[in-house]
């Protein structure tokens, strides 16, 4: 009876070795922990270079399986085809109901539509480089910045400076985004259920997190913003825009 709940869940996480760090290891499968159970975990690079030395002391840590690729010419991705080629393999086994794309290389872009014509979600994880083909292709991005450790010596997504009011208020995108969510989602009274709204701002924005302006969940994004009436009821939030003559 516990056979079909557990492939519900079933996640393929394929990693780029050449476009991701080995720093955000932890961040990264916590990540994928949120969204099913990672059956397979494979990693793709050329593990006769010395670049890729930082990754062969956590795959046994955390159970990756490294897949060899020679570099058979000098300025071409060998890897990228073999993630490509396994990835398909794996797409129609009909096994997995979701696929954690590890990379900032935008020559995923195309894999990622495909996978998602057949169905099965697509979860792209790369840093704020990727290009934006590759992010849209995506059912959901997350940049890899906003993990811990996410790069020597910077800043984490708990510890880097959150964005002002100010800041967010300037942010014309982020607001039309919130504006939107909460006109979709709302009933007659004007109050939508916070959680509709990040539903609809995720399906509508594909990289949307609100770790990205240095905040952990989206009432606290949207609080800070303070342009919008923010009302907790047990333990649900509800959001509207502020009624007419109400103060900001």
Not at 19 to 43: C, D, F, P, Y
Not at 110 to 117: D, F, N
Not at 132 to 146: G, I, L, M
Request: aromatic share 10%; glycine share 8%.
């Amino acid at each position: 009876m516990t056979e079909p709940r557990e492939r519900e869940s079933a996640l393929a996480v394929l990693i780029d070795a050449d476009n991701a760090s080995a720093s955000i290891v932890e961040g990264l499968l916590a990540e994928v922990a949120k969204l099913g159970i990672a059956s397979v975990k494979r990693i793709y690079g050329d593990w006769t270079t010395p670049n890729l030395g930082q990754w062969k002391s956590v795959l046994l840590e955390h159970s990756i399986q490294p897949i060899q690729q020679f570099r058979y010419t000098v300025g071409k991705s060998a890897t990228d085809s073999a993630m490509i080629i396994d990835a398909m393999d794996l797409l129609y086994t009909d096994r997995f109901t979701g696929f954690c794309l590890v990379s900032s290389d935008s020559d995923f872009t195309r894999l990622a539509a495909r996978i998602r014509e057949e169905g099965v979600s697509v979860y792209g994880f790369g840093e704020k480089k990727t290009p934006r083909p590759f992010v849209t292709a995506c059912d959901k991005f997350v940049y890899t910045e906003v993990f811990s450790g996410a790069k020597e010596g910077a800043r984490t997504s708990t510890d880097r400076p959150s964005k002002t009011q100010k800041e967010l208020r300037g942010d014309t995108s982020l607001l039309n985004l919130i504006r939107a969510g909460i006109d979709t989602a709302s009933g007659e009274d004007g109050w939508a259920a916070l959680s509709a709204v990040g539903s609809y701002v995720n399906k509508t924005s594909t990289d949307f997190d609100p770790r990205n302006y240095g905040y952990g969940k989206l009432n606290e994004l949207v609080s800070t913003i303070g342009l919008f009436d923010l009302e907790r009821r047990g333990t649900h939030f509800y959001v509207r825009e502020p009624r007419k003559g109400n103060d900001l």
